[in-house]
């Protein structure tokens, strides 16, 4: 093999199509040219493309001298034209001269002889006048003309030229004059003939025997006279017009003779140019090739069949030859084939060449650093024109880094396929057309069809996609919709149909495939099953608008069928009602059996109660023992009929724990909805407050609210200040004030002692005071909330007046703690934690309870006061006198201060009794051994008079205004008969 390689190629009729198995494209080159140091054929052009090239370059010449030629042919005309004019004339004047001659003969000698010569002279001008006539005429008779310039002795070769001059310069201005003068002496003539014609009639009627006349030969003297000079004339602008016609030759002549000399020039210098142009060509496309040639990735090879090899600087380099050595042998380059490669590379090489004239093989041939690396060489045969092999030119590129990258790829793909086959997902790809081309196993279990048996399947049979609605195809339009949106289309919830007919929900997901031009190259379509997590989502949105523990609809979904319903009432003009029901003895069986009786009886209540309901109406559990129901399309009188049937159903219910059995009774708020303004939420509240208010007339009865009822006004406004405290709470909206307690007996304290009042921000208008919202919020338990953020803030307060003050700032500060406060076991704990977080002396806080409050709830007060009385806090009784207590009471309560009730003390001045009761409570306040405070003291001189009779403190808008708690300064107070009360 080597040796056939290196000695020749094989005949090109081997590689021509006429051999069996032969596709051979051979190359033909002609005569030889050499690029670099590669001979080829040199170029010859066809005969054709000289003579193309060659016109291409005289053709300006040919066009001048075409022109010349033109020109001096116009002018040859009318110098030959004129020519003929100016015979003519000669012979117009001639004819002119004897016919004047002949007509005067004739008047004398009297003779016919004489007048016939004068009518042939005549004749001759006559032939003339008809000549031109019929020469201005638009489509001439070219017979008369020609007999008629035939007659005025112009010759027959001039007759054509001179008829064509006339007809084209007869308009031009050297012609009109001559044309003019011709025309007049026509006219002249016709005159003479007249007088000929008079004198012959004269002479004719003298020779019949008329009387002889003189003859007056006047007026032909006077033509002849006038003619003469226009003859003459003619003669003149005749010689005029052959001077113009030698001037204009001469200067066309001059002019394209200038002309000649530039153009010559210029065209001369644009063959200079061009030729130029032609040889910066060659030389920028030879520097190009040897460019491309040695800057060029590939390398290129040459080899002749006289056995010589040109190696490109390129190849050189990629095979680790240097410039300087001679190129190898063919067998010597074959020898650095790689053993593995070498014989099949030497036999595709000869097999290429023989079959098919072109080769491309790969290899790996041992290059710089005998490191052998992959090489693509590829090459053509050449032969000439007989058919003998010439050469074979080819190039070679270094292909081992593509290889590297074509194994990365393939083992990036191979990741990417494991990748597919291991994720859940189901994976579609699919070509242009739509046809099926890769199932993932994932799509092959979630299908039904397997990858063998898809591929080529049209995507709509193998992925059946209906929307979950309309049951209409899906991937259809997600295909169309696909085409028409670059970025495909997000997931989207429908229904698979397998290949068994199952049915599942999926997420169906399509993303365009594009190359890297960004053409279009398929698409993919990724499946997820959704059926568990529609379930889920179900049972999730099941439980987001039901009840845990009954299965009933929750308060938000309530709140939504309510909201229709409102809807339809207004734009429908149905009615509506709505029930808010609150068990009466829930608590019993919660507190005596615990809460898993509480919850069993809640879910016993929960079936019995649909059962006195209609199918269209609605079962909620607001929460707690607390139900509402909402009667759609229902009149008030059959309202109020469900109601009390589900009330008597209710109190007939006898449950049983434990062998203990428990009845029940329940309250309910009745709402009547008919084109209310209300909102749902106010529509609730009216109907919690309803419910309320039976519970309060009595409970286990149906309360129908009523607009003008004044207890459930004053019900549903406790409620709106219910909504804004928790609001209040929510958002921080209460501020501390504080008000100067002022020591009348002793000397003025270290420090301030103060009470600590709340009040609630209200960001429309002014604070609110605590007589607005405290009722409100002991009625509907939420005065512990306000009092742990009472406390907080108090001792948060403290310390801040303490780090910025110094540790005497405060000398007392009281806060008031409600009765739900003091029995309550967290509330404590919570109060004790405040103690330890802002580290605030036991001793500096006293809690102020009233004297209902201590004494409604006397053991937790007991419990309450003691522990934190032995810790260092103090206590004192409020409101002291305005109860129903006695002083019994008193000796079992732990407290440090008796707060006499304001009402004795705004009074006293004017009031014995008041003033009594004032006294009275100061004096056995100390007996048992507690200081007392003096509420309300509004004026100097209730102030004076409470010092007069003991009192130790007073308190009121007498001493100081309250002021915000956290504003305070570390300064006494001076009261109005000179005891310092403040400084602010």
Same mark, same amino acid.
């Given at each position: ?691 309320? @208010?039976?519970? &309060?007339?009595? +409970?286990?009865? $149906? ?7 004044? =207890? !459930? /006004?004053? %019900? ?65 338990? @939420?005065?512990? &909330?306000?009092? +742990?953020?009472? $406390? ?7 310390? =801040? !007046? /303490?780090? %910025? ?65 032995? @810790? ?17 009471? !008193? ?94």
């Amino acid at each position: 093999m080597g040796r056939a390689l290196a000695g020749g190629l094989p005949r090109c009729e081997d590689m021509r199509p006429g051999k069996a198995g032969s596709q051979a494209q051979v190359l033909t080159l002609p005569a030889a040219v050499s690029v670099g140091s590669m001979p080829l054929e040199k170029t010859r052009f066809p005969l054709s493309v000289q003579y193309r090239r060659t016109l291409a370059i005289i053709w300006p010449f040919l066009a001048i001298l075409l022109v010349l030629l033109c020109m001096g042919w116009a002018s040859l005309m009318v110098l030959t034209a004129v020519r003929a004019s100016i015979t003519a004339e000669s012979a117009w004047s001639k004819a002119q001269k004897e016919a004047v001659y002949d007509l005067v003969h004739y008047a004398q000698s009297r003779q016919e002889r004489d007048y016939q010569r004068f009518l042939n002279a005549v004749e001759v001008i006559r032939w003339d006048q008809r000549m031109r006539e019929e020469m201005d005429k638009p489509d001439p008779d070219r017979a008369l003309v020609h007999e008629g310039m035939l007659r005025g002795q112009v010759q027959p070769a001039d007759v054509d030229t001179t008829y064509h001059a006339y007809r084209s310069f007869h308009d031009f201005n050297f012609m009109r004059r001559v044309v003019a003068l011709w025309k007049q002496g026509d006219r002249g003539m016709a005159d003479l003939v007249v007088e000929g014609n008079r004198l012959r009639e004269q002479i004719l009627a003298e020779a019949k025997g008329a009387a002889p006349h003189p003859v007056d030969l006047e007026p032909v003297y006077q033509i002849d006279n006038w003619i003469t000079p226009k003859a003459r004339e003619f003669s003149v602008t005749l010689g005029d017009v052959a001077r113009q016609v030698e001037f204009l030759l001469v200067f066309c002549m001059g002019l394209v003779t200038a002309m000649l000399v530039p153009l010559g020039f210029l065209f001369a210098n644009r063959m200079v140019r061009r030729n130029l142009a032609f040889e910066d060509a060659l030389t920028i496309s030879e520097e190009r090739f040897q460019l491309a040639v040695t800057g060029s990735n590939d390398g290129i090879w040459d080899w002749s069949a006289r056995g010589s090899l040109y190696l490109s600087p390129r190849f050189r380099e990629l095979v680790g030859l240097t410039p300087t050595q001679p190129a190898p042998s063919l067998p010597a380059l074959l020898s650095r084939l790689h053993p593995s490669d070498d014989l099949p590379a030497r036999r595709r090489l000869w097999l290429q060449a023989r079959r098919a004239g072109v080769i491309d093989i790969e290899c790996r041939l041992r290059a710089i650093g005998d490191e052998y690396r992959w090489f693509r060489i590829r090459g053509q045969a050449i032969c000439d024109p007989h058919g003998q092999p010439v050469r074979m030119v080819g190039s070679m590129s270094d292909t081992n880094d593509y290889r590297a990258a074509a194994m990365a790829l393939f083992g990036e793909k191979e990741r990417l396929r494991v990748t597919l086959e291991a994720i859940r997902d189901a994976v579609v790809t699919t070509d242009t057309a739509g046809r099926v081309q890769y199932l993932n196993p994932a799509a092959e279990k979630l299908t039904g069809w397997s990858d063998r048996d898809a591929l080529g399947q049209a995507l709509g049979v193998v992925c059946k996609v209906v929307d979950e609605v309309s049951h209409a195809p899906l991937l259809t339009s997600l295909d169309q919709a696909l085409r028409e949106t670059a970025g495909g289309l997000p997931a989207r919830e429908a229904v698979l149909i397998t290949r068994d007919d199952r049915k599942i929900l999926v997420d169906a997901v399509t993303a365009p495939i594009y190359d890297e031009r960004q053409r279009l190259l398929g698409m993919v379509v990724a499946l997820r099953d959704v059926s568990q997590e529609r379930e889920h989502q179900a049972d999730l949105n099941f439980r987001a608008s039901h009840d845990a523990l009954t299965g009933l609809i929750n308060r938000s979904e309530f709140d939504r069928r309510l909201s229709l319903a409102l809807k339809h009432a207004r734009t429908e003009g149905r009615a509506h009602a709505v029930l808010y029901l609150d068990l009466d003895q829930f608590k019993v069986v919660n507190d005596t059996c615990g809460h898993a009786a509480g919850d069993e009886l809640i879910k016993q209540i929960s079936l019995l109660m649909p059962q006195r309901l209609r199918a269209t109406d609605t079962l909620a559990r607001l929460g707690g023992d607390e139900f509402a129901v909402l009667l759609e399309n229902c009149q008030p009188k059959d309202a109020l009929r469900i109601a009390e049937q589900l009330r008597e159903t209710l109190v007939g219910f006898r449950f049983a724990w434990d062998g203990k059995p428990f009845s029940l009774g329940v309250s309910i708020g009745l709402v009547n909805v008919q084109d209310t303004p209300m909102t749902p939420a106010e529509v609730l509240s009216t109907a919690d407050a309803t419910c309320y @208010l039976a519970k &309060e007339k009595g +409970r286990n009865r $149906v309360q129908v609210y009523s607009p003008d009822d004044h =207890e !459930l /006004v004053r %019900r549903r406004g406790e409620m709106e200040w219910t909504s804004r405290i928790r609001e209040a709470l929510e958002r921080n909206l209460f501020q501390l004030y504080a008000q100067d307690i002022l020591n009348l007996q002793g000397p003025p304290l270290t420090g301030r002692h103060v009470e600590v009042l709340v009040r609630m921000i209200d960001p429309e208008g002014p604070l609110v005071l605590p007589m607005a919202f405290i009722p409100a919020a002991e009625r509907f338990g @939420l005065m512990t &909330e306000i009092d +742990r953020w009472v $406390v907080r803030e108090m001792l948060a307060t403290c310390a =801040e !007046l /303490v780090a %910025r003050d110094g540790p005497d700032a405060i000398a007392m500060c009281a806060v008031n703690v409600s009765g739900s406060s003091l029995g309550e076991e967290r509330f404590r704990n919570f109060v004790l934690d405040q103690f330890v977080r802002f580290d605030v002396p036991f001793d500096r806080i006293c809690f102020e309870v009233t004297e209902t409050t201590a004494i409604a709830n006397l053991g937790a007060a007991n419990r309450f006061m003691s522990e934190l009385k032995a @810790l260092g806090c103090r206590f004192a009784l409020d409101d002291f006198g305005s109860g129903w207590s006695s002083f019994a009471y !008193l000796k079992q309560l732990p407290v440090d201060y008796l707060k006499i009730d304001g009402g004795f003390v705004k009074d006293m001045l004017d009031d014995p009794i008041d003033r009594s009761m004032v006294e009275t409570i100061n004096r056995i306040g100390h007996v048992m051994g507690k200081q007392t405070i003096a509420e309300h003291a509004e004026s100097p001189a209730i102030i004076a008079e409470l010092r007069r009779l003991g009192v130790d403190f007073a308190q009121g808008l007498g001493v100081t205004e309250p002021k915000p708690f956290s504003r305070l300064r570390a300064t006494g107070l001076v009261d109005p008969s000179g005891r310092q009360l403040e400084t602010n």
